[in-house]
């Protein structure tokens, strides 16, 4: 064989592995599959493959299988993972405190509200805020409104005074349980099953369905529908690892997370209403929905942690979200 056609094999050989060549995406998440964050995520990763002919292919780690919540955005950051869903809580310990403007209390009526927030300038300027911490946004994807638990009724603002409550690590949410008399402990998602019980904490917050798939309900007597707060994504990038594919694969991966987006943001609402199903007919629980004197007594007795916390959220942003939702921490 000629020294040429042996060049020539190589570099067919060659041609073909790039052509083969196929790029895996880690994406982590600490919640069951069956919430809206875990069929998002499968949904991107159909969609992924199916756009980039197979080219990519996204690995979905639901239940903390790879990391907790802290751990998963330092593996992001070193690039040990690519790709996760962190709640919007996540992102104040990472020091982009901004974030934490999602935890206040009673800050959104509703999702129309927030996606006044999520998909105007205020969402692109928190996004652009990660790039130097090596983070690249792709999106904002809902859960829903959070509701407090515990083995007790929660009713009246007086019901929450000396409980124990898990939150997220945030600052916000810290003094949102200090506001209500009770006491706030940290603890990762993973956790907190465990941590109901065996008393090592009262009561805790969720959306119902990260409630329902932890199978909460089986370790807390009372739910209260309080929907104080909000509990939602953003889906993010390692940005080495973005910025070094393919231009025509990024594109393809852009119009698979704008798919994903969408649908995740339809599901949410059916996945919550699912789960506050499976919740009453599981007949563990009893879930309580307060009066509207009672909503409103919570809401007030919430609405220092808005004015306590302006400094550190910062006070530009926190305007600019009041001034779209009409929310009034000082009218109440
Ligand atoms: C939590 O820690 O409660 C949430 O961030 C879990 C999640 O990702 O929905």
New binding site residues.
Partial sequence: MKISQILAGIVLGSAVLAASAQTVIKFS???AVD?P?GKAAVFFAQKASELTKGKIKVEVYANSALYK?KEEMEALQIGSVQML???L??FGPLGVKEFEAFDLPFIFDDKADLHKITQGAVGASLMAKLEPKGIKGLAFWD?GFKSFSANVPLKNVADFKGKKF???SSKVLEEEIRALGGIAQVM??SE?YQALQTGVVDG????I??FYTQKMHEVQKHLSLTNHGY?G?AVIVNKKFWDALPADVRGQLEQAMKEATVYANKIAQEENDLALAGVRKSGKTTVYEPTKEERMALKKAMAPVHIKMADRVGKDTLQTIYKETGFDPNAL
């Avoid at 805790?204 to 959306?207: R, Y």
Wanted: glycine share 0%.
């Fill in positions: 998440h600490v919640v919430t964050k919540d869903a962190p709640s809580a996540k859960n898990r939150i997220q990762a998602f907190v805790t917050e969720n959306p369905s990260n509990l994504y």
